[in-house]
């Protein structure tokens, strides 16, 4: 069937039809479908017999909640053929559909219409050309502002997993080191799915917790690298434990207490990783281990408690979440209330639909948190966050096209009130910001001696992905005063260009003008093929708006190079990164924004009052 569906899909026209007998389940399937997706092929319609479609309909909704890119309809029963059809868009990876609804009952025929999926930059048809551009209005409320973000607003984390690399990346690597070091300040959250095993053996004196070669096994000379990667990159550090005896556990008090005699400055504490809420009474625990050890204004603040999507599945759970936790945690002074989030993307297209279901998704935890949170409220970190679970997506999470999530993520979530914001992660996967050639999933074990340091051939080959120049860019452009930012259309839609407002960050605000109350902007274009001409709110009409205009070379999204204003970013061989200087905008009171790129714009002396 499937060597009969190659010759017959290459031969098709647009609007041909193609009906493929299975009489197969859906896991059988996954040859053509995935066929379908390398071609091209836009929507394909499913035929079930009529006890099928209930199963398959639910299933496709069920999906459908889950965000991934599936328009699916509600099936129509036939009542002659007693045939229903369910009509859905294609997408990246439909194994994993394949997988999950592997139960459903025989698939009867699948008709396939072959039409162009516009904007695509990969595989055998090319990207459609970009269309007229849509008109739209950018209106920035400079009145007030509505949030404040830290500092270290744009964060990473380093995983402590085995299978990515923790145990033999050499994190002394002076091009690392560099590398991190241009995204500072910012919280350095060490943590990861490897917190729940990790042991200590810390100082290397102290009896052993575990063997060196163990998978989950930590010497001193890893924590003296780590905390000397901490303070070279000007990194605030946040330690994951493992989630053992409220703190108590003899190792853990080992690590405290020669982090202490080391003088060594620790940012921030959690405990545990994705364990639930349930882990309050841990944390007051530790809080007065903490407290016994240090003294003083060096004291490391207690964050967490980093519970798993899960835990927040609908309202309810997570107010009963929050709830528990603080309950449970009322001794422990929390700094700061983290969860996690992965948006669980498999494609490179993405709708306001599901960019807003982050929204969603926080929206009930902020509440949750104003009616059961600690008094003084505690801050709201994204403790850990990225475009998909699992080390990520190749040619989806590590593309130029990743940066519609993460920069519309990022805008997002400082309007709902969020301080710190932790991508996952720094170096490791498909899902960090620098890649690497290490083995991605292979378990490696731990240093077989305290001195040793890793000399593996996969250090020092950090490439640079698309969000770290995202990254940059964001903490070059934007402040921590955050505004209210609309965009609007009189002829149409308008939710495909994404609109986020702060004050200028002091290294953005215009050089040609000593006038306070700059004001810099993000513009995210998520349509495929629609350019947008933006424009935007006047300031000081003297002086030019600057513009960071970000584009993938020749429109292609899959690429992981950055064009900052017509000019490739690239990173030095030391790790060095390029000026990131903005240019005069041509038109001062518009910007135009491709499809699928984005722009920041520093407007200069518009908000006097509140960007002073």
């Known amino acids: ?305 980093d519970p798993s999507q899960h835990s927040f599945a609908t309202p309810n759970a997570s107010e009963a979440c929050v709830a528990q936790f603080f309950r449970d945690a009322k001794d422990s002074h929390l700094r700061a209330f983290t969860y996690h989030f992965y948006l669980q993307t498999h494609s490179q297209e993405y709708t306001a639909t599901e960019l807003d279901s982050l929204a969603r998704y926080v929206e009930p935890i902020l509440d949750a948190l104003l009616r059961n949170g600690s008094t003084p409220p505690s801050e709201l970190w994204a403790g850990e966050m990225g475009g998909h679970s699992q080390g990520g997506v190749a040619g989806v999470t590590n593309t130029f096209a990743s940066g519609q999530w993460y920069l519309d993520s990022l805008g997002l979530l400082a309007t709902l009130g969020h301080t710190v914001y932790v991508r996952q992660d720094l170096v490791g996967g498909n899902y960090g910001l620098l890649a690497d050639n290490f083995p991605f999933g292979v378990q490696r074990t731990s240093r077989a001696a305290d001195v040793d340091r890793p000399t593996s051939s996969f250090n020092n080959n950090y490439t640079v992905l698309p969000d770290f120049w995202f990254a940059l860019v964001w903490k070059y452009v934007m402040g921590e005063g955050v505004l209210r930012a609309v965009a609007t259309s009189e002829t149409g839609d308008a939710s495909f260009l994404r609109v986020y407002s702060h004050c200028a960050a002091a290294r953005a605000k215009s050089p040609h003008a000593n006038a306070s109350g700059d004001v810099a902007l993000l513009l995210i274009n998520i349509h495929t093929n629609t350019p947008v001409n933006a424009t935007l709110p006047r300031g000081d009409a003297t002086v030019p708006a600057t513009l960071w205009a970000l584009t993938p070379p020749g429109g292609n999204i899959s690429t992981t190079s950055v064009l900052l204003n017509g000019n490739a970013l690239v990173a030095g061989a030391d790790g060095s990164v390029p000026p990131l200087s903005g240019t005069d905008l041509p038109a001062p009171t518009s910007v135009l924004v491709p499809p699928q790129s984005y722009a920041f714009v520093v407007i200069p002396g518009l908000a006097p009052l509140v960007c002073g």
């Not at 309809?73 to 194994?95: D, E, M, W, Y």
């Not at 994993?96 to 025989?106: D, K, L």
């Not at 053992?244 to 620790?266: C, F, H, M, P």
């Open 1 to 305: 069937c499937v060597c009969v569906c190659v010759l017959l899909l290459t031969s098709l026209q647009d609007e041909d039809v193609l009906h493929v007998l299975l009489n197969t389940r859906p896991r059988s399937a996954y040859s053509v479908f995935h066929l379908c997706y390398l071609l091209r092929i836009h929507e394909v319609a499913i035929y079930l017999q009529k006890e099928s479609c209930t199963t398959f309909i639910r299933g496709c909704s069920d999906f459908s909640k889950s965000m991934l890119k599936w328009g699916c309809a509600q099936g129509t029963l036939h009542n002659q053929k007693h045939v229903a059809r369910v009509s859905f868009c294609l997408v990246p990876h439909p194994i994993v559909w394949c997988e999950r609804y592997a139960n459903v009952p025989t698939v009867s025929c699948i008709a396939i219409v072959r039409k162009p999926m516009s904007g695509r930059t990969s595989g055998i048809m090319p990207p459609a050309p970009p269309g007229p551009a849509a008109y739209m209005a950018v209106t920035i409320d400079t009145r007030k502002l509505i949030g404040r973000v830290s500092p270290m607003y744009v964060s990473f984390s380093l995983d402590t997993s085995s299978n990515r690399g923790w145990f033999v990346r050499n994190i002394t690597d002076q091009r690392l080191i560099n590398l991190a070091s241009a995204l500072s300040p910012a919280v350095l959250r060490v943590g990861g799915t490897g917190n729940n095993c990790l042991r200590y053996n810390v100082p290397s004196t102290a009896p052993k917790s575990c063997e060196d070669t163990a998978t989950c096994c930590m010497n001193q000379s890893q924590w003296d690298d780590l905390n000397a990667f901490a303070s070279a990159t000007n990194t605030s550090l946040v330690f994951g434990l493992r989630a053992s005896e409220g703190g108590n556990a003899t190792d853990i008090r080992n690590l405290l207490q020669y982090t202490v005699d080391s003088e060594y400055k620790l940012f921030g504490l959690e405990y545990g990783n994705e364990i639930g809420c349930g882990t309050g009474a841990g944390f007051s625990s530790l809080k007065a281990v903490v407290s016994k050890l240090w003294s003083g204004k060096d004291v490391p603040s207690l964050v967490g408690p």
